[in-house]
């Protein structure tokens, strides 16, 4: 028991300490984009663009997955760390190579001497970024997650200043990358400080064959993944204009925050703390299901909220000519709402090496996805690529998540009790805010009464219903934050045998 509360202890704080990083780093990614987008053109987003589709496929050499099977290997950690340090080195040497061979081809087919100087700066960034596999895999292993958000949160709060200054000293596309190899160099340098792993000049190519097959699994995997992550662009970059490839990223960066915010963060912390219930199935996905309960009932209103008020947000916030980006990204937001659990079945399968399993489901998502965004661009542009992607995930997701569960014994019923109560609460709770936009207009101070409604109406009818229909679910979450268990309990939102599992 004392294990398990210690456990559970550490995951919670884990958690608590990665979305602190995220949240503030998306509040000035957030704030960056806004200066990015009054002081850049369309165009320029467009570049940026279209220059990491094209690096999609030389940077899938990057997904070696190396820094997973060193946390896998537990204690022995130290014993591979040298030869995956070096195998990982290599990956990354030859990314940058391969990513400066696109440059000048792409300068070249898009009639773009800019483009091909983008890419060439993201190359930079291939060989550092290789370099941090063995102090990440430390700093996961040992549940250092207080470390690791404060490397993430100062590169990306030092990314996105230098990306404002070099966009208004008129560096255009270049604003995006320049930022990458030099936030990366100080990222690298202080996670050696903080590790200093035992690393020597000699390769250990004996230990290499030792890597390799679970190298080849996590490579393919991610291969697919990669794919799926790139495949609207290009559809967009053949099918539609440059102008419009800029609003449908900028949407797409908005509708990934939640998904980052939430989702990623709580894999980084569920993979190493379910690797630790390797042996015990049961255990392990009673900890995984309530996990992906817990994200479904926080993130799922966010998402369908940010769908609902997408156009007027976007109307006020960056202006009449984004007016095609807040329609996509309701769109988009739908489909991250979806997505948003599903996403963190990886832990699971990793934790359980089912790396197979994971390749397969990588590559039936990137099939599907791509069979329907090609078919949405090519008839009705942009907004069918948005639709391509919600239809994808409805079909994909919850079947994903069902066979991830199954082999420990889980049941559809598990997947509804995940995804129903959340978007049901959701579309009742924000049901005042679409009525106002049904009868309001759309001029500015409309669309600010708009969200303002939304603002106040949603939050408590949200919280009211979910302490009602789900009130172990609520516990849950609130035993980790005991001001916000005591404030409920005495408004007696939640009962007093509502108690979350420990």
């Given at each position: ?5 210690n ?6 704080g884990?958690?608590a ?18 200066f990015?987008?009054?002081?850049l053109?369309p165009k320029?987003?467009g ?10 496929i ?5 997904q ?10 537990g ?17 990354g040497?030859?990314?940058?190579l ?11 087919w898009?009639?773009?001497r800019?483009?091909g ?6 190359a930079s ?7 941090l ?9 040992d ?19 230098l990306?404002?200054?070099?966009a ?7 604003s995006?990358?320049i ?15 903080l590790?200093r792993p035992?690393?020597?000049w000699?390769?250990?190519?004996r230990?290499?064959?030792g ?7 996590m490579?393919?995997a991610?291969?697919?993944a990669?794919?799926a ?5 290009l559809s ?8 419009m490839?800029g609003q ?10 939640m ?9 980084s912390?569920?993979f190493?703390v379910?690797t ?9 996905l009673?900890?995984f ?13 966010f998402c369908?909220?940010?769908a ?12 009449t000519?984004w007016t095609?980006?807040?329609m996509?990204?309701?769109?988009l ?40 965004v090609?078919?949405?661009a ?5 907004l069918?690529?948005a639709?391509?992607g919600?239809?994808?995930a409805a079909l994909v997701?919850p079947?994903?998540l069902w066979?991830?569960?199954a ?9 509804a009790?995940v995804?129903?109560?959340?978007i049901l609460?959701?579309a ?5 805010a679409?009525?106002?936009?049904a ?18 109406t949603?939050?408590p009818i949200?919280l009211?219903l ?10 849950e979450?609130a035993s ?5 268990e ?10 007093a045998?509502?108690?979350g599992t420990?």
């Amino acid at each position: 028991m004392g294990g398990g509360h210690n456990l559970s202890k550490k995951t919670s704080g884990g958690f608590a300490w990665m979305l602190a990083q995220t949240v503030g780093s998306k509040f000035v990614g957030f704030a960056a984009q806004i200066f990015l987008a009054h002081l850049l053109a369309p165009k320029d987003f467009g570049v940026v663009a279209i220059a990491y589709m094209l690096l999609a496929i030389p940077s899938m050499l990057r997904q070696s997955g190396l820094p997973v099977i060193l946390v896998q290997k537990g204690p022995l950690l130290e014993r591979w760390a040298n030869a995956a340090f070096w195998l990982d080195l290599t990956f990354g040497v030859a990314t940058m190579l391969a990513m400066a061979v696109v440059a000048p081809l792409a300068a070249t087919w898009y009639h773009s001497r800019e483009l091909g100087g983008v890419v060439l700066v993201i190359a930079s960034s291939g060989a550092l970024n290789s370099l941090l596999c063995v102090p990440q895999a430390i700093l996961t292993r040992d549940l250092r997650f207080r470390e690791l958000a404060a490397l993430g949160v100062g590169y990306n709060f030092l990314a996105a200043g230098l990306s404002v200054c070099l966009a208004f000293l008129g560096a255009g596309a270049y604003s995006f990358v320049i930022p990458l190899p030099i936030c990366l160099a100080l990222r690298l340098a202080a996670a050696f400080a903080l590790t200093r792993p035992a690393l020597r000049w000699k390769l250990q190519l004996r230990r290499w064959p030792g890597l390799l097959p679970d190298t080849a699994r996590m490579l393919t995997a991610g291969v697919a993944a990669t794919a799926a992550g790139q495949l609207d662009f290009l559809s967009l970059s053949i099918f539609v204009s440059k102008p419009m490839v800029g609003q449908y990223f900028l949407a797409n960066n908005l509708s990934s925050q939640m998904l980052q915010l939430l989702a990623l963060n709580l894999g980084s912390v569920l993979f190493p703390v379910l690797t630790k219930l390797t042996g015990e199935t049961h255990r392990q996905l009673g900890a995984f299901l309530r996990a992906c309960r817990a994200l479904a009932l926080i993130g799922v209103p966010f998402c369908l909220a940010e769908a609902l008020l997408a156009g007027p947000a976007v109307r006020v916030v960056y202006g009449t000519r984004w007016t095609t980006a807040g329609m996509l990204l309701s769109l988009l937001a739908c489909s991250a709402a979806i997505n948003l659990v599903a996403s963190s079945t990886v832990s699971l399968m990793l934790a359980q090496g089912r790396y197979q399993l994971n390749m397969v489901w990588s590559f039936a998502n990137a099939l599907v996805f791509g069979a329907a965004v090609f078919a949405g661009a090519c008839w009705f542009g942009a907004l069918g690529v948005a639709v391509g992607g919600l239809v994808t995930a409805a079909l994909v997701a919850p079947l994903r998540l069902w066979q991830t569960v199954a082999a420990s014994g889980g049941r559809w019923r598990d997947v509804a009790r995940v995804y129903l109560p959340p978007i049901l609460l959701s579309a009742t709770a924000l049901l005042p805010a679409a009525a106002a936009l049904a009868v309001m207009g759309r001029s500015v101070a409309e669309c600010w009464v708009e969200m303002v409604i939304a603002g106040i109406t949603a939050p408590p009818i949200y919280l009211v219903l979910a302490c009602r229909f789900c009130p172990t679910d609520v516990a849950e979450l609130a035993s980790h934050a005991k001001p916000v268990e005591a404030m409920l309990r005495r408004l007696r939102l939640l009962p007093a045998d509502a108690a979350g599992t420990k």
